[in-house]
């Protein structure tokens, strides 16, 4: 039977990818072995799990076929004690392809006598090979000794502990720890190793740790070491212990648990533990999940939602249960890793550190209390925003005094305009609460709540709650909300990007890319006009730190308008040729640049799109030859019939096309400009020269071009950057 290539076959699978543990199959295949590789570490930070085991999938994949190997299929798995690469159907012999590797220039490889020198024979000694292995090859640096080595066969058991011990150095996570006096570091202490290919042990070490065919079951509390001959029986002892790999099946087995233990107490999970990660984290916490049920004292319902999620969250890590109507139920749902012998104590210990923290909640909740909002909003003088761009409360300021920019443009009326003005004021004062102190997460929800509670007007209070959002697929439901979420947004990418800070590469530490990205999702989701040099002309006079830089100004927002690259369109996805097009036509409103990007996706290749789109690539053709730029149109030099014709056409259909453009019409504007121009400029290129010898004739034709080019491109799109495959029936003369 033919073997694979190498690599051929293999199952690549990630997070959400895998429903079953890694199974092995019979080979098809003579002289193959399974490999596996377990990392058992202290129990690893559950947010550095799912990076950890892709980073372990992906390295070991590029290892191995680095190396040659060949294999069916390699998978990785972890839980918070350990790490596993599991390879099926890895081939016993591997062969290396033939290689001529350069080595030094003839000059510096041999003496003027031809004796090898020592830079030559350095080189071979590195390489593995020998001076008999050597050709001159004339390069155009001139002549270098090249070895080559033939194809070889090599025992894949040869290089596996290798192999293997390079895998274990590149594995990187974001904080890591030494545990004892070698250079060895990760994220926790490693304290067992096992590696075996079919029956045969691999060697390699983790410091002063050896691997070995022992795995170690049953939990931190009571393990118990199990010798494994092959990994076989690695996988029949874990599925034994009850032991999930897979993070999808082990994530899957905890809703399984959540929602029948919530069942039997009359009601369902509250779907926060899903939507805001909880369940996730969870998952990572345990590899053996087993599920309870506790109860709290019900006089904490009194608590708002989001504290007593909070709180049931933050340290615990407990799922609250609640009606299917959506209240709140006095119970909540731990997940243990394994079942505990005395389940009882247990549940026990969980309710009374659970009752503490919500009486600690509560008394923050009534001392909060007591204080308005305006009380607040003056102590956030003393919360520093950015040493260089200054406090919280001159922040609340600006976006107060940048408000009515953004309610001119979306026409607020007289009291929502006030209504915004006043949420912007008290956007920023639950920092200084102590429960926003307590549960960072909950800033914003509180300065709900406490406006609400003082008093303040739906309308404030839903905007203070929302103008964090987008977050975790919520996003900002009402107009004052969505409105302060972009001023918000937009105050801090101006600012920073006015001291000098500004994302590069992976490095956002500030959360830029975050700001930009929630400023086109509200944007699109409001859909009305969002000119941002608008916004920026009345926020730089708020802000002493940006007076003279204007130019930072226009870097924010073109990084804003990157981000359409990057936002989640509806369908179709428009093309990414379509959103250059789009971005390179002037204009600065962001929701009109999405309006035209939409439509001209929606025309995808259509013959009317293609015809504009030929309009606009032979003006802007022609156009780049002149050496200045043309001035207006004088018809009186409009000689040729083509040329009038061309002319008349362009003075009976620029205010339709205009009016069609204002009106937002983008597609039936594109269809028109097509048909107007497309035949007509076929006739004029096929019987006028545009670069003639008389200067004055020649700008005026240059004009034309020039007049029927910008009446679509400077407010639709510059359509000469779509990449559309059809042939055009216009060639270029002139």
Not at 678 to 685: C, Q, R, T, V, Y
Not at 703 to 722: F, G, H, N, P, W
Request: hydrophobic share 45%; charged share 20%; glycine share 8%.
């Amino acid at each position: 039977m033919k073997k694979p290539k190498q690599g051929e076959g293999s199952r690549v699978k990630g997070r959400g990818k895998s429903k079953k543990p890694f199974t092995l199959h019979p080979s098809p295949f003579t002289n193959v072995a399974d490999l596996l590789l377990e990392i058992g570490t202290e129990e690893l930070p559950a947010a550095y799990l799912h990076d950890a085991v892709e980073q372990l999938r992906r390295e070991g994949e590029r290892l191995l076929h680095e190396a040659g190997a060949r294999f069916a299929a390699i998978e990785a798995f972890g839980t918070p004690r350990r790490l596993v690469l599991a390879v099926s159907r890895l081939e016993a012999v591997h062969t290396l392809p033939a290689e001529e590797i350069r080595g030094p220039s003839k000059q510096a490889a041999f003496t003027p006598t031809g004796e090898p020198t020592g830079a030559l024979t350095g080189f071979l000694r590195s390489r593995g090979g020998t001076v008999e292995q050597t050709k001159l090859v004339q390069t155009d640096k001139g002549e270098y000794v090249y070895l080559v080595k033939p194809a070889r066969q090599r025992q894949t058991a040869a290089v596996l502990p290798d192999l293997l011990q390079q895998l274990l150095g590149r594995i990187r996570l974001p904080k890591t720890m030494r545990w004892d006096d070698s250079a060895l570091r990760f994220a926790r202490p490693i304290r067992w190793l096992l590696a075996l290919h079919g029956t045969r042990p691999v060697a390699i070490t983790a410091g002063r740790l050896r691997s070995g065919r022992v795995t170690i079951v049953g939990g931190p509390v009571r393990p118990r070491r199990v010798s494994c001959a092959s990994p076989a029986t690695f996988w029949g002892a874990v599925a034994k212990q009850g032991i999930l790999l897979d993070e999808r099946r082990r994530r899957g087995r905890i809703d399984e648990l959540v929602a029948s233990a919530a069942a039997q107490h009359r009601g369902i999970p509250a779907p926060e533990a899903a939507t805001h990660g909880l369940l996730d984290e969870i998952a990572n916490l345990v590899e053996r999940p087993v599920a309870f049920v506790g109860h709290f004292d019900p006089q904490y319902l009194a608590l708002p939602r989001e504290v007593l999620l909070a709180s049931m969250g933050k340290y615990q890590r407990v799922v609250a249960i609640q009606t299917r109507a959506g209240a709140l139920l006095p119970q909540f749902i731990g997940v243990l890793d394994g079942a505990p012998r005395k389940p009882d104590a247990v549940r026990k210990m969980y309710e009374h550190i659970l009752n503490a923290r919500l009486q600690d909640s509560l008394l923050f909740w009534e001392q909060d209390r007591v204080r308005s909002l305006a009380v607040m909003s003056h102590e956030v003088s003393g919360v520093t925003f950015h040493e260089k761009i200054g406090t919280m409360a001159q922040k609340q300021e600006r976006l107060a005094a940048l408000s009515g920019a953004l309610a001119q443009q979306w026409a607020l009326t007289p009291q929502e305009s006030e209504a915004l003005r006043q949420a912007c004021l008290w956007s920023k004062s639950d920092l200084v609460s102590t429960m926003v102190k307590e549960f960072p997460t909950l800033q914003g929800i509180m300065g709900k709540q406490y406006a609400a509670a003082g008093g303040a007007s739906t309308a404030v209070a839903e905007a203070i709650g929302e103008h964090y959002l987008p977050l975790a697929g919520t996003a900002p439901r009402t107009l004052l909300g969505q409105a302060l979420s972009i001023l918000d947004k937009y105050d801090t990418l101006a600012g920073y990007f006015a001291i000098g800070i500004e994302p590069t590469g992976d490095q956002d530490p500030f959360g830029l890319r975050r700001a930009a990205q929630g400023i086109v999702e509200v944007a699109w989701l409001v859909r009305r006009p969002l000119s941002l040099a608008a916004l920026f002309a009345a926020w730089q006079p708020l802000a002493p730190f940006a007076q003279g830089k204007a130019a930072a100004g226009a870097r924010a927002h073109r990084y804003i308008f990157e981000r359409l690259s990057t936002f989640d369109w509806p369908k179709p996805t428009p093309r990414r040729d379509v959103i250059a097009a789009v971005l390179a036509a002037p204009g600065d409103d962001l929701v009109n640049a999405m309006e035209r990007i939409v439509a001209l996706q929606a025309l995808g290749h259509a013959p009317e799109l293609v015809r504009a789109a030929k309009v606009v690539e032979r003006t802007h053709n022609i156009l780049k030859s002149a050496k200045t730029q043309p001035a207006g149109v004088n018809p009186s030099l409009l000689q040729e019939p083509p040329e009038r014709a061309l002319w008349d056409r362009y003075e009976a259909q620029k205010e339709r096309i205009a009016q069609l453009i204002g009106a937002g019409s983008y597609a039936e504007a594109t269809t028109l400009y097509g048909q107007a121009f497309f035949d007509p400029l076929h006739d004029f290129f096929d019987q006028v020269m545009v670069n003639v010898p008389d200067a004055a004739l020649q700008q005026n034709r240059l004009a034309l071009m020039q007049a029927i080019k910008v009446l679509y491109t400077e407010r639709v799109a510059d359509l000469s950057q779509l990449e559309l495959l059809q042939p055009s029936p216009l060639t270029t003369t002139g």
